[in-house]
Structures are given as C-alpha cells and as structure tokens.
T-cell receptor
Framework: DSGVTQTPKHLITATGQRVTLRCSPRSGDLSVYWYQQSLDQGLQFLIQYYNGEERAKGNILERFSAQQFPDLHSELNLSSLELGDSALYFC??????????????FGPGTRLTVL | AQSVSQHNHHVILSEAASLELGCNYSYGGTVNLFWYVQYPGQHLQLLLKYFSGDPLVKGIKGFEAEFIKSKFSFNLRKPSVQWSDTAEYFCAVAYSGAGSYQLTFGKGTKLSVIP
C-alpha cells in the first residue's frame, strides 16, 4: 500500500459522457501527478499540481482538466468521452514539486472503460 | 522531447535464469532514473532509482541497475529470477523543468518467469 488512494476503482460509461476521477495523496505530500496508461501509448504524464496550483502539463487533451483542492486531494475530469479514452488512470504523489525531486508514490489506479 | 526506449516488449525466462532489461533515454542533461515494477493487478512500485554517485544501484528484491552515461542507458539486472518476479517493468526518467519532475516512461517490458 503506497498511501495514495484513488476512487473509483472501475468506471464504465458511454461515449460523450463526463466522469470525475479522484485521488488522495499520501499524508503530507503536496504534489500530485496524473498519468494515463493505455495499451498503445503506454504510461503518459498528463498533468501535475503542487499545493493547489497547476505546475506542468503533459499530453493532456483539452477535454480533460484537473484541479487540486485545499485539502490536497485532486480530481481529474474527463469530458466528451471517446472510445480511445479507455485506459488506466494513475495518480502519484510526492512531498515536493520544486527544486528537489522525491520518489513518486503511485495509487492503485482507476480503470475507465468507455463503451 | 525526452523519450525512453525499452528494447524488449516481452521476455520469457525460466526460474534461476539471469535477467537483463534494456533501457535507453534521449535527454542529454541531468536526469534521475528509475525502474518501476507493476505486478499483475497492482500499482506501480519503485524498484530502484539513480540520482547521482555510484552508477551501480541496488534496489529491492535483488535487482540492480547500471547507469552508463556515455550510452544513455540504465539497464536492469537480476542474477537469478523467481516466479514471483513475473510482472511488467518500466524504466522512467525525470528531469527538472520549471519546477516539475514528471516522469517519462518507457513502454514497459513484460517478464514471464516459468517455474
């Protein structure tokens, strides 16, 4: 158990719908990263938040957005879903996001299936 | 853009065989290097990491990796694999950019160990 929690574990929805994935970082971790794991693209970095502020963006579609709340949990919002959005979505947390790298601890992931 | 290449998609070994998984990265600057493991149905776990110092890094469960800067490589090794090492292995690179330390992952190598 990494200490990072993600809900829900599985999500099945239809094309065109909107879903929200939730991540709670380890206690004391300020930085949250979101990753997408799909069969064809592998593991790709989507976005990072540090202490409530967006810090970096990776290969995140405009249909996707995220935020980090004052209690440091984060949500990833996926809208206008397409079949190709079916993937495993991981979040990871680390204590710092600035000037000092720490190991990222990964959550168990949310498996999204778009039908 | 940074990229990480893992040479083998699927490796099949018998128990007690030696393992070497290749990893090359493209970034020419200062990097932090990682190997993560994902056991079936589980989240990513850190096997080992290299930040600086001795280029031969020892990790958990008998794994080690060697950083060869001139070859941009960070190959993972284990002298004698066990059935319980069956998993998917990901090489990852982190670089600092504007205060972000997102990981760039390779596509992964699936290891199957036959008893």
């Amino acid at each position: 158990d990494s200490g990072v929690t993600q809900t829900p574990k599985h999500l099945i929805t239809a094309t065109g719908q909107r879903v929200t994935l939730r991540c709670s970082p380890r206690s004391g971790d300020l930085s949250v990263y979101w990753y997408q794991q799909s069969l064809d693209q592998g593991l790709q970095f989507l976005i990072q938040y540090y202490n409530g502020e967006e810090r970096a963006k990776g290969n995140i579609l405009e249909r996707f957005s995220a935020q980090q709340f004052p209690d440091l949990h984060s949500e990833l919002n996926l809208s206008s879903l397409e079949l190709g959005d079916s993937a495993l979505y991981f979040c990871a947390s680390t204590r710092r996001g600035l000037a000092d790298y720490n190991e990222q601890f990964f959550g168990p992931g949310t498996r999204l299936t778009v039908l | 853009a940074q990229s990480v290449s893992q040479h083998n998609h699927h490796v099949i070994l018998s128990e007690a065989a030696s393992l070497e998984l290749g990893c090359n990265y493209s970034y020419g600057g200062t990097v932090n290097l990682f190997w993560y493991v994902q056991y079936p149905g589980q989240h990513l776990q850190l096997l080992l990491k290299y930040f600086s110092g001795d280029p031969l890094v020892k990790g958990i469960k008998g794994f080690e990796a060697e950083f060869i800067k001139s070859k941009f490589s960070f190959n993972l090794r284990k002298p004698s694999v066990q059935w319980s090492d069956t998993a998917e292995y990901f090489c990852a690179v982190a670089y600092s950019g504007a205060g972000s330390y997102q990981l760039t992952f390779g596509k992964g190598t699936k290891l199957s160990v036959i008893p």
